[in-house]
């Protein structure tokens, strides 16, 4: 049976997690692609991105979980939760930016709305993948470091002078 202290040791650092980040991400969202197309051809493109966006969410937190972070676990509800949560302000932000290009540029052209709708990706990716690591997925790691610190902090106590209450117990 694998423990959180070996899980600790497994996790990748953060060149290797941002590169499997961009892979699984990618890939979900180059699938996510093709599958509304398909969908949309039997229901309301509204609708089948929706329902895409939902299972290509849930689908990328898995791989994330497992693969990406290096837990090698099923993500929890909450994981869940967290994950869709920064990818709505990921979506957000790609809006947010494609209102203040419209806002900005009367008739913006095929090139410009793509490296702003891009960039505007990019950047609420990298910010994504931050949330992701050191606070969604952080768990796995900081159970590892929760479960070392009470010895630790059990002979620091010890170690410890006495506070004043002691100090008057003791006189």
Known sequence: ??????????APGAFAAFARFVLCGGGVGLASSFAVVALASWVPWFLANAL??????????????????????????RQHAQSAGSAAAAYAVTCGAMVVLQQLVAAPGAVLEQVVYLSASALAGVARFAVLRLVVFARGRSQAVT?????????????????????????
């Open 1 to 10: 049976m694998e423990t959180a202290q070996s899980r600790q040791q497994a």
């Open 52 to 77: 895409i966006t939902v299972v290509s969410t849930l689908l990328a937190t898995e791989l994330h979980a497992r693969f990406t972070f290096g837990a090698g676990e099923r993500a929890t509800w």
């Open 147 to 171: 479960t070392a610190l009470p010895v630790h902090a059990t002979v620091a106590r010890a170690s410890a002078p006495a506070g004043p209450a002691e100090l008057c117990r003791a006189a």
